[in-house]
């Protein structure tokens, strides 16, 4: 749809000249934010069921696959498929564990990638080495969480990790040929324009592979959403979100895969805002506010100095 932007199904398509699918599967994996091991609150805007994922995560991957993709293929006309760990933090087991999860897509000819999503700090050179061993047949990504680079931001969502953890596990996945994508949020509580831009100036910096982008909701449950309740919390309507996300955009460079630029949640735990699920009309209005300025994502990049950020 856009040119403006390095979209994920571009890239699919120069990669792989076909259309090509994601599947999403849950590895049934915790979290160390959850599970006691830093914490028990989680990041103070998650809750788990507001990951639109079809998947349960009592059954094995293989009959997750099976299940799935019959139906993929008759939805999507597709052949194709791409992996995808996204729920909870997809490195956070034993290297065995892993390699057992992660084998579950070898018997289906039909993928051609595998996605994971993890934390910064649930990574380390033994599991990083056995993922780059699916180099070889699949294009691999490790998508981290990261959010912002921003200390204050990171301890006001309460994620329990640093930028510092972070640029260490793109570092480390960079040197095994693995792709490496950061999740960010647009319009957290108390972060300027300036305080974004920077996020995207260090991205750059880094030559992160992609970026996801979505902006700051509000899921029942939540820390967030009592806060929210009081009125503590401003939410980005649906205009700025699409000036800070061009913004954004013209800032990293062009080669970056914008995995995502509009997320979408379960209808039963979304708060606010809602139009966020309005996803085609959202990305129609970026696509028509980069008309107007007449720039595209890479405008503004450049390689910043360390002192930057
Ligand atoms: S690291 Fe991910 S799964 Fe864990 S609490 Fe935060 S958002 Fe949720």
């Not at 649906?238 to 800070?244: A, F, L, T």
């Amino acid at each position: 749809m856009s040119q403006s932007y390095y979209s994920f199904n571009s890239y699919l398509k120069k990669k792989f000249k076909s259309r090509i699918q994601r599947i999403s599967l849950n590895a049934g994996l915790n979290c160390p934010n959850r599970d006691g091991t830093l914490g028990i609150e989680g990041c103070y805007f998650c809750n788990e069921k507001g990951f639109v994922s079809v998947e349960d995560s009592q059954i094995s991957i293989e009959a997750q696959i099976e299940t799935a993709l019959p139906l993929f293929k008759k939805r999507f006309k597709s052949d194709k498929f791409i992996a995808y760990f996204q729920n909870a933090s997809n490195t956070y087991a034993s290297v065995e564990k892993l390699g057992t999860i992660y084998d579950g897509i070898k018997k289906f000819p039909e993928f051609v990638g595998l996605i994971i999503s993890t934390r910064p700090d649930c990574i380390d050179e033994e599991k990083l080495d056995m993922i780059s061993s699916y180099t070889d047949k699949y294009d691999v990504w490790i998508e981290y969480g990261l959010q912002s680079v921003h200390a204050k931001t990171l301890k006001f969502l309460n994620r329990r990790h640093t930028f510092r953890q972070f640029k260490n596990a793109v570092k480390l996945t960079a040197e095994r040929n693995i792709k490496t994508a950061a999740h960010v949020i647009l319009g957290l509580p108390h972060e300027t324009k300036h305080d974004m831009y920077q996020t995207a100036n260090a991205l750059a910096k880094l030559g992160i592979n992609g970026v996801k982008l979505h902006t700051f909701h509000i899921l029942k449950n939540t820390p967030f959403a009592c806060m929210y309740k009081q009125g503590d919390i401003h939410l980005l309507a649906e205009g700025e979100y699409v000036e800070i996300a061009c913004d954004f955009l013209e800032r990293l460079p062009s080669e970056c895969v914008i995995m995502r630029l509009v997320s979408n949640a379960r209808d039963e735990v979304l708060i606010a805002p809602f139009w966020m699920n309005r996803r085609q009309k959202v990305l129609l209005k970026i696509e028509e506010e980069f008309k107007k300025r007449n720039t595209r994502q890479g405008f503004l990049a450049k390689r910043q100095s360390e002192n930057d950020f």
